[in-house]
């Protein structure tokens, strides 16, 4: 059986949280339209918040499942 794919605006915020997480620049998000941009961007500010707080990888994968 085939897999859905993703709505395109939670796969935005989850690779926003990755690269927040990883802790990459937020220059480096690849969206231009408006809606797609603050997801990724929201995504980006929770996951650099974790990373500051110094949740682990484990724990944010946890996290992006439960999202």
């Known amino acids: 059986m085939k897999?859905?794919?993703r709505d395109?605006?939670?796969r935005a915020y989850q690779r926003g949280y990755q690269a927040g997480i990883g802790?990459?620049?937020k220059a480096l998000c690849?969206?231009?339209?408006?809606k797609m941009k603050h997801e990724w961007m929201s995504g980006w500010r929770e996951g650099r918040s974790d990373l500051w707080d110094g949740i682990d990888t484990a724990t944010?994968?946890?996290?992006q499942a439960f999202h």
Not at 30 to 34: D, E, F, G, L, N
Not at 60 to 63: E, P, T, V
Request: proline share 11%; hydrophobic share 15%; no cysteine.
């Open 8 to 10: 395109m605006t939670e």
């Open 30 to 34: 690849p969206h231009s339209q408006p």
């Open 60 to 63: 944010a994968l946890q996290k």
């Open 3 to 5: 897999r859905q794919k």
């Open 23 to 25: 802790g990459r620049n």
